[in-house]
């Protein structure tokens, strides 16, 4: 019993960084209108602050919160169901594969810059 308090605490406090990021990122996502761009943006995002190695606290507000807001997979995978039932396979597929493999190479690419900014600020 002595631990359920800190325990409601930390997640109360992971709640509120949550819900603090995801407002912002719902509404970047609404004004794009688009969810290719929404999910290769938010890949791109999640490099950046993985690679940055930033604290827990940030992560949640971030990653969780915005980026996790700003992408959608539900989306995606209406557009692709939309696709396949109008007869559109080979767009669906391209879509598909290009969506999976530039939210990689996006996420790849974040990483390496933001673990190229906290080298960079580590001889500081």
């Not at 019993?1 to 603090?20: A, D, G, H, S, T």
């Not at 912002?24 to 890949?43: E, H, K, T, V, Y």
């Not at 807001?69 to 692709?80: A, R």
């Not at 396949?84 to 390496?112: C, D, K, P, R």
Request: overall charge positive; some cysteine.
């Amino acid at each position: 019993m002595n631990n359920f308090l800190p325990e409601v605490i930390l997640r109360k406090n992971q709640l509120f960084f949550v819900l603090f990021g995801a407002i912002p990122g719902a509404l970047l996502r609404w004004n794009l209108n688009n969810d290719f761009q929404a999910n290769i943006i938010g890949s791109v995002l999640v490099g950046l602050i993985t690679g940055l190695k930033v604290s827990k606290s940030i992560q949640w507000l971030f990653v969780i919160g915005f980026c996790g807001s700003l992408t959608t997979f539900s989306g995606w995978m209406i557009n692709l169901l939309e696709l396949i039932n109008t007869g559109y396979f080979l767009n669906a597929a391209f879509v598909l594969i290009s969506t999976l493999f530039l939210g990689f190479l996006g996420i790849m690419l974040g990483f390496v810059i933001g673990y190229k900014i906290k080298q960079s600020f580590a001889h500081l």
